[in-house]
């Protein structure tokens, strides 16, 4: 199994992805794209679960999460059951550069860390904002590169932390994204990476027993799956934060009008 692969495959297995930014993140997303009680919402490469569960609990709209993951499609509707919110959302599996929706179908389309690993990101926001309403919403949320070149210790750690095959862009990069799309009144507001406080926010996103269980299945898979064991390994590795990680890596929020 080539390690790109493994990376979104043993993630799925256990029942965890992240974004960066955490909860906060999520919650300054759904502001700028003003979802409430009554939105309907899609959100693009949905994972475990994690976030069309928490927008459904604490805002009151409906999610349509997809993922090109089948295993994930089943962690986020376990997690949807557990929450009391399934009749709340819905989770089909799909490709973020096809989308199986009519045009104009959301009020708000999402992203969290996905349109970095597409090889066509102009593509893809198209057809993000082909499938929202007029007058609806776009938002990224996207790792980006606050100053190019980027050294070579700070691309292994966002490679490991981040993704194995992600390529972030720089700000104007993204922003003309949203605007060729055709996106209006966009908004960007960037952050650089606080490592200890990336690791707070995944424990906030998933709360203790999220995490026990987690961790139940990472212990249970490293003991069965060799793939698995030499996967962790290169984690390890790779994931020493730089000291300077804070000049040149970082992310962004990307949000536009349709």
Not at 117 to 131: H, I, L, P, S
Request: with cysteine; proline share 3%.
């Amino acid at each position: 199994m080539a390690h790109a692969e493994a990376f979104f495959d043993f993630a799925a297995e256990v029942g965890m992805t992240k974004h960066l930014g955490g909860v906060k993140a999520t919650d300054e997303i759904a502001e700028l794209c003003r979802i409430g009680e009554g939105s309907t919402v899609l959100d693009i490469g949905c994972g475990a679960g994690i976030t069309p569960v928490y927008l459904a609990k604490s805002r009151g709209c409906r999610v349509v999460g997809v993922d090109v993951v089948p295993r994930m499609i089943e962690r986020s509707r376990e997690r949807a059951r557990r929450a009391g919110v399934a009749d709340r959302t819905e989770f089909r599996v799909a490709d973020a550069q096809d989308l199986p929706f009519d045009d104009a179908k959301f009020d708000a389309v999402v992203t969290e860390s996905v349109t970095a690993f597409v090889e066509d990101k102009q593509g893809a926001v198209n057809e993000y904002t082909r499938v929202a309403r007029i007058g609806g919403y776009v938002g990224l949320n996207e790792s980006t590169w606050l100053r190019t070149p980027p050294p070579a210790d700070v691309v292994a750690w966002a490679s490991q932390e981040v993704g194995t095959h992600v390529s972030p862009l720089i700000r104007e990069e993204w922003e003309e994204l949203l605007i060729h799309a055709g996106l209006t009144d966009i908004t960007v507001r960037i952050q650089d990476i606080d490592a200890t406080a990336e690791a707070k926010g995944i424990l906030q996103r998933y709360g203790w027993l999220g995490m026990v269980r987690v961790f139940a299945r990472m212990l249970r898979l490293y003991a069965r799956n060799p793939t698995y064991r030499q996967f962790v390994q290169g984690v390890r590795q790779d994931g020493i934060v730089p000291d300077n990680l804070d000049q040149y890596f970082g992310y962004g929020l990307y949000v536009g009008r349709a």
